[in-house]
């Protein structure tokens, strides 16, 4: 597809309950990025694939969170356990390399909250 | 450690009037310098973005200066118009590790 697509839009999830996010980036991308937005503003970067390989994944709380993007399938994050510090808009972006010039894609996020 | 800094946190400005957004960094490694706009509800989507080979780059009312040697590059936004007001993050990327290091946003309201 020409857009990065993610669902679902909302996901309401009790505290301790499992989360799980999907991402379809650009056709012909092959690089996936995943971040957490939380207080409307700050960006906290969490991991990115090339292709299906994991390529950084600094920025994941790896005890909780987990991720893949399988060949032929949506990409996927997933939260074990959820939190309520975890609730945030978790945005999907992709690019079609990676190089620094490429442009990065953002999808419309996927909103979670956790009660 | 925070590597981007960004300023001012938000902005009012009348509608035909000038917008300037600041961002320094810390990291010699970014060589990509973005600016992406967000509207509420939305995900970022890249504005305009400058290399550092160059002190300036125009794209009709959107302008980004670069200042190497201080580490800073900033946004101006010329006859800002009400369809303006959004979120401004910027964003710099890293030559090793391909991901954007974004800043704390800006909030812009253009007022009629």
């Known amino acids: 597809g020409e857009e990065v697509a993610q669902t679902p839009k909302h996901l309401v999830r009790g505290e301790g309950q499992k989360a799980k996010l999907y991402c379809a980036p650009i056709?012909?991308?092959?690089?996936v990025f995943w971040y957490q937005q939380v207080l409307k503003n700050e960006f906290k970067f969490l991991i990115s694939?090339?292709?299906?390989?994991?390529?950084?994944e600094t920025g994941m709380p790896k005890e909780r969170f987990s991720a893949k993007c399988l060949p032929n399938s949506p990409c996927s994050l997933e939260i074990q356990a959820t939190k309520l510090e975890d609730s945030a808009v978790y945005f999907c972006a992709s690019s079609q390399t990676g190089v620094s010039g490429n442009t990065i894609y953002f999808g419309e996020g996927s909103w979670l909250t956790v009660v | 450690q925070q590597q981007v800094k960004q300023s001012p946190q938000s902005l009012i400005v009348q509608k035909g009037g000038i917008s300037i957004i600041n961002c320094a960094y810390e990291n010699t490694a970014f060589d990509y310098f973005p600016w992406y706009q967000q509207f509420p509800g939305k995900g970022p989507a890249l504005l305009i973005a400058i290399r550092p080979d160059v002190s300036e780059k125009k794209e009709g009312r959107f302008t980004i200066s670069f200042n190497k040697s201080a580490k800073q590059f900033s946004l101006h936004i010329m006859d800002s118009q009400p369809g303006d007001s959004a979120t401004y993050f910027c964003a710099p990327r890293g030559s090793n590790d391909y991901k954007l290091s974004f800043g704390a946003g800006t909030t812009v309201t253009v007022r009629a």
């Open positions: 694939f090339q292709n299906e390989n994991v390529f950084d």
């Open positions: 056709k012909g991308h092959s690089y």
